[in-house]
């Protein structure tokens, strides 16, 4: 099992910036790919981007390119996701996801998921 936490959420106004952090315990943690989603209300849930094992490489959906960065710290057992110039439409809760697949990403593949913490932006 792997337990995710995630942290950071909160509200901000347009153009602003937040950091989300995802801890995780359990399983070794660098054996898994990690990555966020979210789910504005009333919307189905999206991916927003991931990172592999090494956290040498990342991809990201195309609205959030640019303005989004996931990292991690291995040592740390801690995945990152960077917000940037934040717009009201990426209002939503954020959740950490692990799976061992990184390639394939989609609600059916992840594997564990945290409990989602909340993104508001608003003037």
């Known amino acids: 099992q792997v337990q995710l936490v995630e942290s950071g959420g909160g509200s901000v106004q347009p153009g602003g910036s937040l950091r989300l952090s995802c801890a995780a315990s359990?399983?070794?943690?660098?054996?898994?790919?990690m990555g966020w989603f979210r789910q504005a209300p009333g919307k189905e849930r999206e991916f927003v981007g991931a990172?592999?094992?090494?956290?040498?490489?990342?991809f990201y959906r195309d609205s959030v390119k640019g303005r989004f960065t996931i990292s991690r710290d291995n040592a740390k057992n801690t995945e990152y996701l960077q917000m940037s110039s934040l717009k009201p439409e990426d209002t939503a809760v954020y959740y950490c996801?692990?799976?061992?697949?990184?390639?394939?990403?989609?609600?059916?593949?992840?594997?564990?998921w945290g409990q989602g913490t909340q993104v508001t932006v608003s003037s």
């Open positions: 990172i592999n094992r090494s956290g040498t490489s990342t």
């Open positions: 359990g399983r070794t943690f660098s054996n898994y790919a």
């Open positions: 996801a692990a799976q061992k697949n990184w390639s394939v990403w989609g609600i059916e593949s992840v594997e564990y």
